[in-house]
């Protein structure tokens, strides 16, 4: 499968990510399809940077790729929409037994 993730960058304590499309088998810094951005959190108070290519993630989205939780967040900040992730939905015995006690 293909994910796009955030593989990161930079010096301690000062992180710089790249925004990576990468078979989901690799390691997180390891061999790579395509550099699709770059995201650099910011420190406390200041702005976020954000650097996206809009098409080409489009183009890996809707080729079936997977982003991350945090690369849905990252491209929901560069203005590009993504499908909500597939939350896990609490198996019926569970919620029978709270309803009991």
Known sequence: MVVIRLARVGKKHDPKYRITVA???KYVTGKFIEVLG??????M???QKVTVNAEKAKAWLTQGAQPS????HVLK???????PSKK???SAKKTTKAAKA
Request: proline share 8%; glycine share 8%; aromatic share 4%.
């Open 23 to 25: 078979d989901s088998r």
């Open 38 to 43: 770059t995201y650099i959190p910011s420190p």
């Open 45 to 47: 108070g200041k702005e």
């Open 69 to 72: 939780d945090t690369v849905r």
């Open 77 to 83: 900040l560069a203005g590009i929409e993504t499908k």
């Open 88 to 90: 896990k939905v609490a």
